[in-house]
């Protein structure tokens, strides 16, 4: 069925309906990052196949916001439809809810499937609409009516982390979160983000690629522990443990019979920016809501011992592939035909040998020269660049290990250099250093630490657009919160202390549109430093553990400090992974990390 | 009349009235910082001379909270008296809100002067005494009853300053003023901040200690201009002027009355946190309240370009009384006699040879040795200190002159210094170095930056327990917002983005109890530098021109940028102070400013 065929049926439905807009977004039912198969709904319609937008389809025209990352995609792939290219965030480019505000009639209905948006999203078109005195339909799921042969929802079955590797049971934890409702008054807590779920039970699964979750839903009460999942992804050891421990497993589709059923007069806690609109809107309106953060969401991200060591385990695991895969790559690079994707799948197949290795823990971004310059490039077989001895290969990639997560970029010398590509290497490269190297007391947020990784480009006139750093999951998704770098703040939203235990990325950059891009990414654990008359003091351990590139530092143009951090991180680098290298590696892997000096 | 006599009676008006506690601030009616003796009411009945203090009567007991800077003032003062000292912010201590839940009976009655507190304060105790239905009088000041020779209401006469010194006329000040009305749709302005009604009106008074204000009110609506102060402060010329430009002068007392009597269904924009509680409660029901932050706040901050030129003026004609006044204490001290009020009126009556001195911008802090360690110290007969050839002088002081308001901070090395004093001074140089070498992306807040004048302190595990800078207000307060160098943020409250023309302090600190104290202040100022494709970048000029001490300065601790800097510094202050000094003092400056190597 043609693009337009589909809007056609869409549109039939909608007019049935009364419906003078639908909107259709790329959300799984649990607000996730990745969606699995099932959920891609937008991509279905519009043949847009980024990993953000929005379509919203009018009975004249319709409209897909993207952002930055996919506007040449975009562009290319709803070339010959009827659907305009909205560039989100370009000047003079409408919002969703500008767009609708101009477009609808008065007291026009807007259909969509409740399950896919949050109420926070429906209210930010409400407050541009209620003028017309719009009014919102999220009880049906249209496009599952025009789609022909959609995917079936993913089933797989999970797993267990066992103590070794959570660390803190799930009967502790769940009790941990009890207290927390206990304070807040909360007879019940609603969660619906996958990866809480998955931290809190200490299970794992595989129904969305990159992130080992499962589909499910969560009800917590003082003495229940209701989980809506597809029965048959358990084990029938696996029931039978969870039963034994109190957790009552209700079919997934039944949470919101349940939601709408709890009992007048109590108070729910939920997140009204995660949970689906469908279910805050199923509650009844007796019950009170708490529309506050979970609490899950700071505990998982506060790694505890057992994770911690484990995360380390994982990196040098991952460190001692990323460091075989850039010798590989150096010394191949010309003698041998490599392209961006065949370079993906050797470093996919370096990790594979690694003992304990699960998955990817997101696409990998291997992009030669130019595409160094596209932030979230991915290559495609159109796109696919042959590596050349010259300008860089910028390496963003990361695995799922027994023992953790990781995510580390690397910018890759494959020849001679400019010594533009040099300065701009050793640029970004101060910035990560700057970083890692902070000390800062406890109550210190990614806000106030931002600009030491900016500092070196900044006094060049010189930035990267996107945040210095993000928050990593345990075996969950590579991309959490709520800690990170950055130095922007939207308005209304908190930058949150840093604690130990956390870990963040430390990944500034810069990007020369058309000609390269240097991005430098470790991991970081913080951790306690001395506690005096002024309070705690925190730092960042490092957890990536690679080599930066000395082919492309200018040791000139950094401070003696900077020398002295890289120094000390190389020297690091160099005797945790020398045990596990080869020969013709770890000779180098000697010259690699040598002392640099002014 | 002795304290508790004044209590006593004070009781007896509570009791007439059916109070329970009746509450008495620092404040005028105008939330100024500093306040005329009109308003010193908590002195008056407690003794207690600090310029923070918040005393609180029961029936029984009375308290009074102070903070960290007056604790062994205020323990002193209240000697012998019924009053409970409360260390504000201390582990342990309740906060006023706390004390009153505590002790307050249900349905009890809290009586305070309405015109010295503000809504946001009276909220905060409601909000822990609401589940007593406590209910809160402010119509009636009755410390006035009790006070025995209560100094007058000042009324010293207003002068204007003409457009070389304003850079733009009130009329088209106002003007700006009502179109942010007109955006935000509101019918009436209530301005009560007495340094918002200076800068507007283009005058200045002498109602308050270092604040050059006079007593006043604004209401402002599209057709009228209401200004309420006392008639007699005019000339008759300006009189004349004002009415011409359209401003009507009523009574000072008159703005009650004018606000009780609001047109219905109209739209009042007001700050609740700065406008006074007696006033905000007049307000009809009728009338719908906007509780925003004044629109002067944010044009007041930014400099405009006369203000900025007439800034650097007044830093020139400041630096050159400084720099002379620390010649002459390193000179002569060991030589005569110099005690911290001596050399305070030796740094006055030098700045008053500056021709256009108007008066000091606050009490100055010239604090000898441990006294240093005092971040708000001010010599009193009892702690007048006489300096000898060792340790610091630490100066923080400032003037107004006809060309703006100066803020300074030096540490005055006075002998032969320990390796640790030499070590600190160099910590807090190279952190104040950093900040004033700070150059950023415009959106970047004070919160972004603080960490730069931190960090070599927190690298050493030290800090200092205040904010790194304020803004500073023209020929105003030496402290205003909104704009300041921080990194803690309270809950709620948003950081500003640093604007060109907006004029902040840079002043790290280290302060070691009982031995000594290092804080170096400039004033800077926020400048556009490049815009390119990443946006418009900014940088700090520095103003104050003072050279920093080299017999405290440790090179060898010191990075090659951070020297740079200093010399950089250091020579622009010689070349512009070196055409204004004697002789003898140019000899001095060329050796105190000579270029410092590694």
Same mark, same amino acid.
């Given at each position: 069925m043609k693009k337009d065929e589909k809007l056609e049926q869409l549109r039939k439905l909608m007019q049935e309906r009364?419906?003078?807009?639908?909107? /259709?977004?790329?959300?799984?039912?649990?607000?996730?990052?990745?969606?699995?198969?099932?959920?891609?709904?937008?991509?279905?319609?519009?043949?847009?196949?980024?990993?953000?937008?929005?379509?919203?389809?009018?009975?004249?025209?319709?409209?897909?916001?993207?952002?930055?990352?996919?506007?040449?995609?975009?562009?290319?792939?709803?070339?010959?439809?009827? =659907?305009?290219?909205?560039?989100?965030?370009?000047?003079?480019?409408?919002?969703?809810?500008?767009?609708?505000?101009?477009?609808?009639?008065?007291?026009?209905?807007?259909?969509?499937?409740?399950?896919?948006?949050?109420?926070?999203?429906?209210?930010?078109?409400?407050?541009?609409?209620?003028?017309?005195?719009?009014?919102?339909?999220?009880?049906? %799921?249209?496009?599952?009516?025009?789609?022909?042969?959609?995917?079936?929802?993913?089933?797989?079955?999970?797993?267990?982390? %066992?103590?070794?590797?959570?660390?803190?049971?799930?009967?502790?934890?769940?009790?941990?979160?009890?207290?927390?409702?206990?304070?807040k008054q909360a007879d019940y807590l609603l969660l619906t983000a996958l990866d809480e779920i998955a931290w809190l039970f200490n299970l794992r699964g595989n129904d969305i690629a990159y992130t080992p979750v499962f589909l499910s839903y969560l009800l917590l009460t003082k003495e229940q522990i209701c989980l809506f999942a597809h029965e048959e992804i358990f084990t029938e050891e696996l029931k039978g443990k969870l039963r034994q421990?109190?957790?009552? =497993?209700?079919?997934?589709?039944? /949470?919101?019979?349940?939601?709408?059923?709890?009992? %007048?007069?109590?108070?729910?806690?939920?997140?009204?920016?995660?949970?689906?609109?469908?279910?805050?809107?199923?509650?009844?309106?007796?019950?009170? /809501?708490?529309?506050?953060?979970?609490?899950?969401?700071?505990?998982?991200?506060?790694?505890?011992?057992?994770?911690?060591?484990?995360?380390?385990?994982?990196?040098?695991? %991952?460190?001692?592939?990323?460091?075989?895969?850039?010798?590989?790559?150096?010394?191949?690079?010309?003698?041998?035909?490599?392209?961006?994707?065949?370079?993906?799948?050797?470093?996919?197949?370096?990790?594979?040998?690694?003992?304990?290795?699960?998955?990817?823990?997101?696409?990998?971004? =291997?992009?030669?020269?130019?595409?160094?310059? /596209?932030?979230?490039?991915?290559?495609?077989?159109?796109?696919?660049?042959?590596?050349?001895?010259e300008s860089f290969c910028l390496a963003d990639t990361g695995g799922h290990y027994k023992e953790g997560t990781t995510d580390v970029t690397r910018t890759i010398v494959l020849g001679t250099l400019t010594e533009e590509e040099k300065r701009d290497y050793t640029l970004v490269l101060r910035g990560n250093l700057a970083l890692g190297a902070a000390k800062f007391l406890e109550g210190v947020s990614g806000q106030n630490l931002d600009i030491l990784a900016r500092q070196p480009l900044w006094e060049a006139g010189l930035d990267y657009n996107h945040g210095t750093g993000h928050g990593v999951g345990y075996i969950l998704g590579v991309h959490e919160g709520p800690q990170r770098f950055h130095w922007r703040t939207a308005p209304g939203a908190k930058s949150v202390a840093l604690k130990e235990g956390m870990i963040i990325s430390d990944e500034p950059g810069l990007y020369l549109e058309g000609k390269f891009g240097v991005r430098l990414e470790n991991l970081v654990l913080c951790r306690k430093k001395e506690k005096n008359e002024y309070g705690q003091f925190l730092y960042l351990e490092p957890l990536t553990m690679v080599p930066f590139d000395r082919e492309a530092i200018l040791p000139e143009l950094m401070t003696r400090s900077e020398l002295g951090w890289l120094n000390a991180y190389h020297k690091r680098v160099y005797e945790t992974l020398a045990p596990l290298m080869e020969e013709e590696e770890l000779i180098w892997l000697r010259e690699m990390t040598a002392e640099l000096t002014e």
């Open positions: 009364n419906f003078s807009a639908y909107i /259709i977004p790329t959300d799984d039912f649990h607000s996730s990052e990745y969606v699995g198969s099932y959920f891609k709904a937008r991509e279905y319609m519009s043949g847009f196949t980024g990993s953000a937008g929005t379509l919203v389809v009018l009975p004249d025209q319709a409209a897909l916001w993207t952002d930055g990352r996919y506007f040449l995609q975009a562009a290319e792939q709803l070339k010959g439809s009827q =659907i305009t290219l909205m560039r989100s965030g370009q000047p003079g480019v409408f919002s969703i809810e500008e767009y609708l505000q101009k477009h609808l009639q008065e007291k026009a209905v807007v259909g969509f499937d409740g399950r896919t948006v949050t109420r926070r999203f429906v209210n930010l078109i409400r407050e541009k609409t209620d003028e017309k005195q719009v009014t919102f339909d999220g009880r049906e %799921d249209l496009v599952g009516k025009v789609w022909e042969g959609r995917p079936a929802l993913s089933k797989e079955p999970v797993w267990e982390l %066992d103590m070794r590797y959570a660390g803190k049971s799930r009967v502790d934890k769940i009790q941990e979160v009890r207290m927390e409702m206990q304070e421990e109190g957790v009552a =497993i209700k079919p997934y589709d039944a /949470i919101e019979e349940t939601v709408q059923n709890l009992s %007048d007069g109590k108070k729910i806690w939920l997140d009204s920016g995660v949970v689906n609109y469908r279910l805050t809107e199923s509650i009844p309106e007796s019950v009170e /809501i708490l529309d506050q953060s979970s609490p899950v969401v700071l505990m998982k991200a506060v790694k505890n011992q057992t994770e911690m060591d484990n995360m380390r385990t994982a990196h040098v695991k %991952d460190g001692v592939a990323v460091t075989r895969f850039i010798h590989w790559l150096k010394t191949n690079v010309g003698r041998e035909t490599i392209t961006e994707m065949s370079a993906a799948e050797k470093l996919e197949s370096l990790r594979a040998q690694m003992e304990g290795y699960l998955e990817q823990s997101f696409g990998p971004i =291997i992009a030669y020269g130019p595409h160094g310059a /596209i932030v979230h490039y991915a290559a495609t077989e159109q796109t696919n660049a042959a590596m050349k001895t």
